[in-house]
């Protein structure tokens, strides 16, 4: 199966069903997954951030933590690091 996104008022399909994995939007960024890649993508499916971390979280007050090499750091919605994984 892949997935997508619609408009959650009219159904309509913003994001074509492409992705192994998505998770809800936060601060219009969605996680998603294709063939093993991780990406942030904007509410009409434009790639903002190709992901190079291990693990990383959904956006929250402009942040995302995100491990690199077991270490955990935060980046914002640029994907820029504001907190270099050290943790």
Sequence with gaps: DKY???NPTTGEVVVQ???DRVYPYSEDRALVYRMGKGYFIDP???IKI????DSVY????GMAAYSSAGLWGYMNIFGITK???KY
């Design 44 to 46: 009409v499916g434009t």
């Design 4 to 6: 997508g996104f619609k």
């Design 50 to 53: 190709n992901l190079k971390a």
């Design 17 to 19: 069903a492409v992705y």
């Design 83 to 85: 907190v270099t994984p």
């Design 58 to 61: 959904s956006f929250t007050e």
